[in-house]
């Protein structure tokens, strides 16, 4: 019996659903390879090997992002017993290998305890559900209006499924410098890159076109638009142009610089930043479209309207 076996072998007839924490490194052997077929959806997910591959079939049901209850920044992997026993033997000492210490200091995701513990409905979308969702509602508000799509790409998981969203637009899991700007050059193309710049040149009941002059990037002529058409308490510039720049600004960096791909946790921190700054830019842009007299034949769902049950995982 391996050394895993004998970690699990007390867990899996009497508590199946027994967790066990990982460190986050673990999963970079599956995302990174395309033998792998991943399921993945922000707080939880299954691996399963690839049917047309030459390699051990493996076989993952369940895991799920979990956190250290004295620092609920730092990310973890949970997986139930009963899987990993499941797994083949060279699997299950890859996995042991990552095994954390002091199993007792980490806790699952929320979602993850109701949803596959408890067997409950999770009421909760995560930011990368709700900024495509407000793409998707942003483009009816324009249809409605009779204005062109503002995004050329639907993404939202409503328009098909999650094999929608783009690779690399979740959760960063390996909190390297590379991995951080690979997760803003796929989050720049699903927003800025995705502006449809007809919508700002288009007249329609109440709207005013505006004219590309000087060969304006999608974002400021997006905040030429909404000033143009628009009467808004807020400074336009500061709360929708200038966060949308800034992915823009990023996004440019390893372009045009040699940098140190270091491993640095507060990688995270620095994703959560970025995704609720871009989040809320993108939710201003449909609250102010939302004042259209046309756009109110829109229903925006609930999770969007009141924002209580978005969350960053």
């Known amino acids: 019996m391996s050394d895993f076996s004998a970690f699990t072998s007390n867990y899996d007839k009497s508590d199946p659903l027994k ?22 959806t922000d707080y939880r997910g299954g691996i399963t090997t690839r049917e047309d591959v030459d390699i051990e079939y493996e076989h993952i049901q369940d895991f799920g992002l979990a956190y250290s209850k004295t620092d609920a920044n730092k990310r973890v992997v949970v997986m139930f017993a009963e899987d990993l026993t499941n797994l083949p033997p060279k699997a299950q000492s890859y996995w042991y290998s990552y095994l954390l210490d002091n199993q007792d200091e980490y806790c699952p995701n929320e979602g993850f305890v109701k949803n596959l513990i408890y067997g409950e409905w999770v009421e909760n979308i995560s930011i990368f559900e709700a900024l495509l969702m407000e793409e998707e509602y942003i483009n009816k508000m324009c249809n409605a209006i009779g204005l062109p799509p503002m995004f050329n790409e639907d993404y939202s998981d409503s328009s098909s499924h999650l094999d929608r969203r783009p690779d690399g637009y979740r959760i960063i899991l390996l909190p390297t410098r590379k991995n951080y700007y690979n997760f803003v050059s796929t989050l720049e193309k699903v927003t800025t890159s995705n502006i449809n710049i007809k919508t700002f040149m288009t007249s329609a009941s109440l709207v005013n076109a505006i004219v ?19 009467k808004s308490t807020e400074d336009i510039q500061e709360i929708i142009v200038a966060p949308l720049k800034k992915l823009v600004k990023i996004r440019q960096i390893p372009a045009h610089k040699i940098y140190d791909n270091a491993y ?8 959560n930043i970025l995704m609720n700054e871009v989040y809320t830019a993108f939710r201003d842009i449909r609250l102010l479209l939302a004042t259209h007299p046309l756009a109110s034949t829109v229903k925006v769902p609930r999770v969007l309207f009141d924002g209580e049950h978005i969350r960053s995982y």
């Open 19 to 40: 967790p066990c924490y990982f460190k986050i490194e673990v999963l970079e052997r599956y995302f990174s390879n395309p033998q792998y077929q991943i399921y993945y």
């Open 212 to 230: 590309r002059v000087n060969n304006e990037g999608s974002v400021s002529l997006l905040g030429m638009w909404l000033e143009s058409n628009v």
């Open 264 to 271: 640095d946790e507060s990688i995270w921190g620095e994703q």
